[in-house]
């Protein structure tokens, strides 16, 4: 029996409605009411004391990538984030649309992981949004959502018959919103910037009708859709009144698109080009005040490594992508909490905990008592400057190295075991 | 405003980072250069032991000809590469190439891609000069000097000059390099266009945006039109070339409204027939082929001042 006392933090668990000075007690891998006497005691005066951070969205390459970032690699820097559970995208090589690549990841995470790995299985087989994978028996490997991130079912009677059919196993179904007619080749942003830079545009409608499209269906088959990484301004405005009558959407934002603006690609750093696109500070002020509103209630870091040689290339050769787990949080607390005041901090720990836990039906995301014993120790204002030359991922492509945030992870446990401390 | 002395840039890659002072530079120096063409020895030393590298991923006749005969009146040794040639086919990356090159000592590259930004990849990246020869449908800045070149010949100080650009302009790099020189030395610009190619949001660039072409024809003092390229061009943009031509080609009907002393220029290859009518692009008012002469000097002086030799004897 081990028994782990964290003492003297700021223990917030909107979960619980809890934000107070106190201990926490850890037994055997569990948060347990107190105990008499610990064998290790981790003194969190000035800290924060917080349920392990949860990311529902990472991407981790392998199978198939593992150049890129593997399940270890890639928990290691989830871990040094602050986060205790990630939700792997399934655009692996092969693509995770089957239970047998379901089951090699989790075997692999058994094996590699530093952190608590979750799986998402493909809406259709090869996400080629054409014909529905095998939900059934990748619900009984393991998954915990149905998405073909990466790519847009653009089918909509397709679409529309995945959102019923995962119904019948309480799967929520995630989406990448882009309509494919309308954003064609474009690799950003679409206005003055890729005007000025003679690059194709991305135009918001290029999201919004596939998230227009998504609160039809959702209301048409009373089952909820997730939009994953939003970006446009207008889209959190038909989410907003999407909520207001009652229909089952909700949507996720990114650090990079509350931080950067498509004029960042005015250099043509491939370090910039994302999938969707940076929009614009117009973007920004409706991304934050959704967030702020509760229009949304989820963020997320769409962490997409990808190799320096695969990166430095012509911008349009260039793939889309960002690391983001090891800033995130930072990202969020800085922009959010401390620059625009858009939201407390219990309202970011809740958007990064017991939210996405929800959303997924995952066990995580509180420190109640009898939940597994993931806990992340944040200093909200600890200012710190990111080296990417300290990644723990093998890939480099982060247009953040040498930016300084204030709010930092110092400590992670998973199960009660610390597996990363500053 | 004062003229710089020296000029103090390794690469050309696009007319929108330079000073009206820069581009001022630039155009004096091709003044300068013009006259060696017109001497019986059509050649001066000043780049005499330097090599030139002209890196052509993206065909071209003119701009590539026209950068081996500028070096080579400049007394480069010049190296022709094309794509096609190049070990990019067996799917080395363009850094790679680059760094071969630079590894055999050149000293300029004259990149031409159809990559935006290929040109601002390989300067940032290499100690050699690179020089950008048209990339994707962001610069073409030589053929913006030149352009620019060819009406301050004709009508001396730029400001308040009343310069149309028509066609399409949202994937050409031609009108951007125009459009930033221009703007830069104040000449009043205006695109003409379909809405598909000329969006509102080109007026960020500094320029009017019209999709009539009879709101420029009778002011216009330049009319430089834009080969439509129809290669690239998806079907949505226009309906036909026939309509585009309908709607905005320059033709003989429309150039009996225009001044007399209206320039018509045209970047080349032409389309006769299509964005102009045969006899308009062979009648009075066109500087077609002067422009390909001043392209000439223009580069002249870009590999010149580029090269590291300003301040040397002309």
């Keep these: 029996m081990s028994t782990l006392k964290i003492t003297n933090g700021r223990i917030i668990d909107p979960a619980n409605q809890r934000d107070e000075i106190a201990d926490l007690w850890i037994r055997d891998g569990v948060i347990v009411d107190d105990a008499t006497s610990a064998h290790e005691t981790i003194d969190a005066k000035g800290l924060v004391v917080a349920p392990g951070l949860i990311d529902l969205h990472v991407h981790f390459r392998e199978p198939g990538q593992s150049h890129k970032e593997t399940i270890g690699t890639g928990t290691a820097a989830a871990a040094k984030g602050g986060f205790t559970s990630v939700v792997c995208m399934p655009n692996t090589n092969p693509v995770a649309d089957n239970p047998s690549t379901i089951s090699w990841i989790h075997e692999r995470a058994n094996d590699m992981a530093q952190v608590n790995v979750f799986c998402t299985g493909a809406i259709t087989k090869g996400l080629k949004g054409e014909e529905l994978a095998p939900v059934a028996s990748m619900k009984k490997a393991g998954i915990v959502a149905i998405t073909d991130d990466g790519h847009c079912v653009q089918n909509n009677e397709v679409m529309r018959r995945a959102l019923e059919y995962a119904r019948m196993f309480d799967l929520p179904l995630l989406d990448h919103c882009q309509d494919y007619g309308i954003v064609g080749d474009g690799i950003m942003h679409e206005g003055e910037w890729s005007v000025r830079l003679g690059l194709p545009g991305w135009p918001r409608i290029g999201e919004e009708l596939i998230v227009m499209r998504n609160i039809m269906l959702a209301e048409l088959c009373d089952s909820p859709i997730h939009c994953q990484h939003l970006t446009s ?20 934002v990114c650090p990079h698109h509350i931080a950067l603006t498509d004029e960042s690609l005015k250099g043509y750093d491939s370090n910039y080009k994302m999938n969707p696109p940076l929009r614009t500070e117009w973007d920004i002020d409706l991304l934050i005040g959704g967030i702020a509103d509760g229009t949304i209630d989820i963020l997320a870091s769409d962490h997409a490594p990808h190799a320096p040689y695969e990166k430095e290339v012509e911008l349009d050769h260039a793939p889309f992508g960002i690391l983001g787990l090891e800033t995130e949080f930072a990202i969020f607390c800085d922009v959010l909490v401390h620059k625009r005041g858009a939201i407390d901090l219990p309202r970011l720990v809740e958007m990064l905990t017991i939210n996405p836990a929800k959303l997924l039906r995952l066990d995580r995301g509180t420190l109640s008592v009898g939940a597994p014993a993931d806990v992340t120790l944040l200093d909200p204002d600890a200012e710190w400057t990111y080296d990417l030359t300290e990644t723990a991922s093998p890939s480099r492509n982060s247009p953040f190295h040498g930016h300084t945030f204030k709010g930092r992870a110092v400590r992670t446990i998973v199960a009660g075991k610390s597996v990363w401390a500053l | 405003m004062t003229t710089p002395v020296t000029w103090t840039r390794k690469d050309l890659v696009a007319l929108d980072a330079l000073s009206s002072d ?11 250069f013009k006259g060696v063409g017109q001497r019986t020895l059509k050649k001066v030393p000043a780049l005499r032991g330097k090599t030139l590298v002209n890196f052509f991923v993206e065909p071209s006749t003119r701009t590539r000809t026209s950068f081996e005969l500028a070096a080579h009146r400049l007394s480069a040794d010049v190296v022709n590469i094309a794509a096609t040639a190049s070990s990019l086919q067996k799917g080395e990356t363009l850094k790679d190439t680059a760094l071969n090159l630079q590894a055999l000592l050149a000293d300029i590259i004259v990149l031409r891609h159809s990559s935006a930004g290929a040109a601002q990849f390989l300067a940032e990246r290499l100690q050699a000069s690179v020089i950008n020869a048209g990339d994707g449908s962001h610069e073409h800045p030589t053929q913006g000097l030149l352009d620019v070149f060819t009406m301050r010949e004709r009508f001396g100080d730029l400001a308040g000059l009343k310069v149309a650009i028509v066609g399409d302009i949202l994937f050409s790099r031609v009108a951007r390099s125009n459009v930033h020189a221009l703007v830069k030395l104040g000449a009043d610009v205006t695109l003409v266009g379909p809405t598909t190619l000329v969006p509102r949001s080109l007026e960020s660039l500094g320029a009017k945006v ?13 009319i430089n039109l834009l080969r439509i390229q129809h290669e690239r061009q998806r079907k949505e943009y226009f309906p036909s070339l026939g309509e585009y031509t309908s709607l905005f080609g320059l033709t003989k009907a429309r150039a009996a409204r225009i001044r007399p002393d209206c320039l018509v220029m045209h970047p080349g290859p032409i389309n006769r027939g299509v964005e102009i009518d045969s006899d308009v692009a062979d009648g009075p008012n066109n500087v077609i082929l002067e422009q390909v002469t001043n392209g000439l000097a223009v580069r002249m002086a870009v590999l010149y001042l580029c090269a590291g030799n300003a301040g040397a004897a002309v």
């Design chain 1, 233 to 252: 301004g207008g889209s959190i405005r038909l989410i907003r009144e999407a909520k207001a009558r009652g229909v089952k959407i909700s949507g996720e």
């Design chain 2, 22 to 32: 820069e581009i001022t530079l630039l155009l004096d120096t091709a003044k300068a």
């Design chain 2, 210 to 222: 019209t999709h009539r072409i009879d709101d420029v024809l009778e002011s216009a003092q330049v």
